[in-house]
């Protein structure tokens, strides 16, 4: 198959087209507005890979002809970070909603099939969250999050968080229903905090900015610049998914080998990883030491606590729990997660520190 994959340059991008082209089967036509991350596979010069530097928001006509050439077209396109979505929201919904529906239309024109990916947060807070909210008993029982019976619930409007996951259900809902009405042959990917090599930039490499929390924690381990922070105590829960479980899973959904995966949602997860983001800092901290930890290295970070908003800015509200249900992708596509969150913190903690040294060798004239 020709597989068009827009947003091919970002972290789960990279990784799915390293595995397409391992595999072997496929034809990759790879688009990002950044070359930076997806450089090391166009410089293999495979000859399954085509990239092209384009944007979704002002190549249209480029865009247009690559999905007519195609067989399927993967959409990874979004801002995908927390702080942009209290800090512009605006342009969140722009890229996420108004642009990512380009795509759509020009899919349903030339009737292509769409795998589209959304997001764990469609499904916002627990109803047990939303309970105590509303000043009832929160002793609901905690469930997992399924993609045909939970509901989707989120916060009031000036919590500007939600603009991002409003966006990824807005587009979910549409292609839903153009399904219904035309036929629209699509399949909606959520994925549940996956992390893995190259999954976002260090601070102090860029000078600034601000990543997803694994990068913070390793920016803190690795530079000591500032301490670990711990976002309102770091008590909400996280279930991390190591990138390359949860590839083996979109690759599935993108053959569809089984002719099983048109109009679905499916949650990719590892609901067995879950932990707080306070037991996450300290075992990151325990993992580094034992396994990492080299002589010039900053002595182990302070880990402190600051209040949303003061990391965040106003308009911070925090997803407190979300456990994937990952029956569907179990069922319909024979999946099964593998790694455990020690070996999904250590691997990804492997390849940062690694690049780490490499990067200090460079610097110190070691290697050239
Ligand atoms: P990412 O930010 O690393 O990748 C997104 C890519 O899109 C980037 O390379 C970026 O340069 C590119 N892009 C942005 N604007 C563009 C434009 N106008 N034209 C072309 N390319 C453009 O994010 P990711 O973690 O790889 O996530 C991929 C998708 O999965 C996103 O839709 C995200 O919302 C969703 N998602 C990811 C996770 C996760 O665990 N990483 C979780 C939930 C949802
Ligand atoms: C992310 C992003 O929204 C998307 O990439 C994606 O939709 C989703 O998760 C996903 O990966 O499934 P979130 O998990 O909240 O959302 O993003 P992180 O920035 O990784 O934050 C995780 C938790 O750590 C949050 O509670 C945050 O407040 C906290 N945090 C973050 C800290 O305690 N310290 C930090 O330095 C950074």
Same mark, same amino acid.
């Given at each position: 198959?020709?597989?068009? /994959?827009?947003?091919?340059?970002?972290?789960?991008?990279?990784?799915?087209?390293?595995?397409?082209?391992?595999?072997?089967?496929?034809?990759?036509?790879?688009?990002?507005?950044?070359?930076?991350?997806?450089?090391? /596979? *166009?410089?293999?010069?495979?000859?399954?890979?085509?990239?092209?530097?384009?944007?979704?928001?002002?190549?249209?006509?480029?865009?247009?002809? /690559?999905?007519?050439?195609?067989?399927?077209?993967?959409?990874? *396109?979004?801002?995908?970070?927390?702080?942009?979505? *209290?800090?512009?929201?605006?342009?969140?919904?722009?890229?996420?909603?108004?642009?990512?529906? !380009?795509?759509?239309?020009?899919?349903?024109?030339? !009737?292509?099939?769409?795998?589209?990916?959304?997001?764990?947060? *469609?499904?916002?807070?627990?109803?047990?969250?939303?309970?105590?909210?509303?000043?009832?008993?929160?002793?609901?029982?905690?469930?997992?999050?399924?993609?045909?019976?939970?509901?989707?619930?989120?916060?009031?409007?000036?919590?500007?968080?939600?603009?991002?996951?409003?966006?990824?259900?807005?587009?979910?809902?549409?292609?839903?229903?153009?399904?219904?009405?035309?036929?629209?042959?699509?399949?909606?990917?959520?994925?549940?905090?996956?992390?893995?090599? @190259?999954?976002?930039?260090?601070?102090?490499?860029?000078?600034?900015?601000?990543? %997803?929390?694994?990068?913070?924690?390793?920016?803190?381990?690795?530079?000591?610049?500032?301490?670990?922070?711990?976002?309102?105590?770091?008590?909400?829960?996280?279930?991390?998914?190591?990138?390359?479980?949860?590839?083996?899973?979109?690759?599935?959904?993108?053959?569809?080998?089984?002719?099983?995966?048109?109009?679905?949602?499916?949650?990719?997860?590892?609901?067995?990883?879950?932990? !707080?983001?306070?037991?996450?800092?300290? @075992?990151?901290?325990?993992?580094?030491?034992?396994?990492? %930890?080299?002589?010039?290295?900053?002595?182990?970070?302070?880990?402190?606590?600051?209040?949303?908003?003061?990391?965040?800015?106003?308009?911070?509200?925090?997803?407190?729990?979300?456990?994937?249900?990952?029956?569907?992708?179990?069922?319909?596509?024979?999946?099964?997660?593998?790694?455990?969150?020690?070996?999904?913190?250590?691997?990804?903690?492997?390849?940062?520190?690694?690049?780490?040294?490499?990067?200090? !060798?460079?610097?110190?004239?070691?290697?050239?």
């Amino acid at each position: 198959m020709k597989l068009l /994959l827009l947003g091919a340059g970002g972290f789960i991008g990279v990784n799915l087209t390293e595995r397409l082209i391992k595999d072997g089967k496929h034809n990759v036509v790879a688009v990002d507005i950044d070359d930076e991350k997806i450089d090391y /596979l *166009v410089e293999t010069k495979s000859p399954k890979l085509e990239y092209h530097n384009l944007n979704i928001s002002s190549d249209e006509a480029e865009i247009d002809g /690559l999905v007519a050439a195609a067989d399927v077209v993967v959409d990874l *396109v979004a801002f995908a970070n927390p702080a942009l979505y *209290v800090e512009d929201p605006v342009g969140v919904f722009d890229l996420n909603f108004t642009q990512n529906m !380009k795509v759509v239309k020009q899919c349903l024109k030339h !009737k292509k099939r769409l795998v589209q990916f959304s997001t764990c947060e *469609v499904y916002g807070i627990t109803p047990a969250k939303a309970a105590e909210q509303f000043g009832l008993s929160s002793d609901t029982h905690i469930t997992p999050f399924s993609e045909d019976e939970s509901p989707l619930i989120m916060g009031p409007v000036k919590n500007h968080r939600w603009i991002y996951a409003c966006a990824k259900q807005l587009l979910e809902r549409i292609l839903d229903a153009h399904w219904k009405r035309d036929g629209f042959q699509f399949s909606v990917i959520r994925p549940f905090n996956f992390i893995g090599p @190259r999954i976002d930039f260090l601070p102090s490499e860029a000078g600034g900015g601000s990543p %997803r929390v694994f990068s913070h924690f390793m920016d803190a381990l690795l530079y000591g610049k500032k301490p670990i922070k711990l976002v309102d105590g770091g008590e909400v829960y996280r279930a991390y998914t190591y990138i390359d479980d949860a590839v083996d899973c979109i690759v599935r959904i993108i053959e569809d080998n089984n002719s099983n995966c048109e109009g679905q949602i499916f949650n990719i997860g590892q609901p067995e990883n879950e932990l !707080k983001i306070k037991e996450l800092a300290v @075992r990151m901290c325990e993992l580094f030491d034992e396994h990492f %930890r080299a002589e010039g290295d900053p002595p182990r970070p302070e880990i402190i606590t600051v209040s949303g908003e003061e990391f965040y800015g106003k308009g911070y509200e925090d997803c407190d729990r979300r456990i994937a249900d990952i029956t569907k992708a179990k069922t319909l596509l024979g999946w099964q997660p593998e790694y455990d969150i020690d070996q999904v913190i250590f691997k990804t903690m492997e390849h940062f520190v690694n690049s780490h040294r490499e990067k200090q !060798k460079k610097e110190s004239g070691e290697v050239f």
